[in-house]
Nanobody, 115 residues
Framework: QVQLVESGGGLVQAGGSLRLSCTAS????????MGWYRQAPGKPRELVAD???????NYVDSVKGRFTISRDTAKNIVRLQMNSLKPEDTAVYYC?????????WGQGTQVTVFS
């Protein structure tokens, strides 16, 4: 089993920055993808960015050039640096990871961007 704990959410003015962190614990040796999803009120959960064990990354178009995902495989940490935040980035952000045993989710952290 894998446990994911997020930190770093909060309230920020449009144009500002936040950094989210997620630490994985438990059986982490075989984790493949780690990433971040978000869910705004009344909308489905969407992938924001993910990063493979080998380092390749994937971003949703709406955050390209503004968000950067990084991963410290040795420490089982994945981070999401969010710059130039917009009100439409407001959502609960969830850490996600997978291995051959399944898919795991964190509890979520709220990000609120006000104009």
């Amino acid at each position: 089993q894998v446990q994911l704990v997020e930190s770093g959410g909060g309230l920020v003015q449009a144009g500002g920055s936040l950094r989210l962190s997620c630490t994985a614990s438990g059986t982490t040796l075989s984790l493949n993808f780690m990433g971040w999803y978000r869910q705004a009120p009344g909308k489905p959960r969407e992938l924001v960015a993910d990063i493979a064990r080998g380092g390749s990354t994937n971003y949703v178009d709406s955050v390209k050039g503004r968000f950067t995902i990084s991963r410290d495989t040795a420490k089982n940490i994945v981070r999401l640096q969010m710059n130039s935040l917009k009100p439409e980035d407001t959502a609960v952000y969830y850490c996600n990871a997978d291995d051959r045993g399944g898919e795991y989710w964190g509890q979520g952290t709220q990000v609120t961007v006000f104009s």
